[in-house]
């Protein structure tokens, strides 16, 4: 928790948040500016959005630091737990941009009924679904598994854009199974977007932690 504490912090110092996060305001604003929306469809929109927006969130967050920094950070405080903050930290930004997603309508009271419990439980899921399948992308494209910003971006850009014509969640899939006014039907519709996303999330942490060990 401390590695994570301080890469957060670092990337706070760096001011590479500013960009994504506002973006991510901005748009989440825009998505209930007007009053009386359906709770879970809009909701299903909003996670759709956040899936893109939290790619560049976690890539700014991943290549916030220099390689020289990466490498003196696990080498003072060693490989594995170095690994293990930075996942934490990228997680960490992923929880915040759902509650975020969450919380602006919850407070700006934009839908068309206050939401009950199950409603909010099911949004928090499908934004996390959303932010965690943008962050786990992210970090196969980020330092030090892909030098080349250039190379990167795209390669996340393709990726993400392939989500929609082969029917992938976060995408597509998650905001179906939010477009509905009955709720007891989105967990049997969301259960498949949460086990493809979830096994995603854990086969790149592998990944992640095999890699950035070796070569940081």
Do not use: K
């Not at 690994?83 to 975020?100: E, N």
């Not at 309508?105 to 934004?127: D, K, M, W």
């Not at 949460?194 to 999330?201: D, G, H, I, K, R």
Request: aromatic share 8%; with cysteine.
């Amino acid at each position: 928790m401390i590695v994570g504490r301080y890469l957060l912090a670092d990337y706070v110092r760096s001011r590479r948040f500013v960009a994504p996060l506002l973006l991510l305001a901005v748009g989440v604003a825009l998505f209930y500016s007007q009053p009386g929306m359906p709770v879970l469809s809009t909701a299903g929109a909003c996670a759709a959005y956040l899936f893109p927006i939290q790619c560049w969130v976690a890539l700014s967050f991943l290549n916030a630091q220099s390689a020289s920094d990466r490498h003196v950070l696990a080498a003072t405080v060693g490989g594995r737990r170095f690994v293990v903050g930075r996942l934490l930290a990228a997680g960490a930004l992923a929880a915040f941009s759902s509650v975020l997603a969450l919380g602006y309508p919850l407070v700006s009271g934009v839908y068309e009924h206050t939401p009950h419990l199950n409603e909010i439980g099911l949004i928090l899921s499908a934004n996390l679904i959303a932010t965690v399948s943008g962050t786990a992308l992210s970090a196969l494209f980020a330092q030090p598994i892909v030098q080349s910003r250039a190379v990167s971006v795209l390669g996340i850009a393709v990726c993400a854009l392939l989500t929609v014509p082969l029917d992938l969640p976060p995408t597509l899939p998650t905001a179906r199974a939010l477009d509905t006014i009955d709720a007891s039907q989105v967990p049997a519709r969301l259960i498949g977007d949460l086990v493809t996303v979830s096994t995603f999330a854990l086969g790149v942490t592998v990944i992640c932690a095999r890699l950035w060990r070796r070569r940081e």
